[in-house]
């Protein structure tokens, strides 16, 4: 028979409690999302997202080419309505981060991945990765539990993104 100490117990305890993780995301790298690139989910963008999560939050993970094999007319519909091509997508977040509109991508992704409009998405995360010469985009969006205490981060320096 094994019996555990008052401390062992509530570590395992907390170990049960302990959240999900999300993938550890690339840092950004120039030129690496092009025909020689070689990233893989390196951070494009992020807002409000975790590094770890709990039960009670949400997350929603799609890559661009399962809704594009899924849905390529709504794929076309929601890049002709933000004026950029999947080639250009890159560019035009930077200019969002730039101009600080970080609503203008949480519009676009929401729609894009046809996201539940009863959640409350609170956070969202691009990451990129270069497959056989072409770009696959990881959209992610996160919602977080009001009562929870879990932490988010935006931008690149940070625990979600290796270095």
């Given at each position: ?119 409350a998405w609170t956070g969202w995360r691009i990451m990129g990765s270069a497959l056989g010469g072409r770009c ?28």
């Open positions: 028979m094994i019996v555990l100490g008052q401390s062992f117990k509530k570590l395992l305890v907390m170990k049960k409690i302990v959240e999900k993780r999300v993938v550890l995301a690339e840092a950004y790298r120039h030129s690496a999302l092009g025909p020689q690139g070689n990233a893989n989910y390196m951070l494009l963008r992020q807002y409000q997202f975790p590094w770890e999560f709990s039960d009670s939050e949400k997350l929603l993970t799609l890559d661009s080419d399962q809704i594009e094999e899924a849905d390529a007319d709504h794929v076309k519909k929601c890049f002709k309505e933000l004026g950029v091509t999947p080639r250009t997508l890159e560019c035009w977040l930077r200019k969002c981060a730039q101009d600080k509109d970080e609503a203008k991508i949480f519009i676009f992704l929401k729609k894009i991945m046809k996201a539940d409009e009863s959640i696959v985009f990881t959209w992610q969006l996160f919602a977080k539990d009001p009562q929870g205490d879990t932490k988010v981060y935006t931008g690149d320096n940070t625990r979600n993104v290796g270095r």
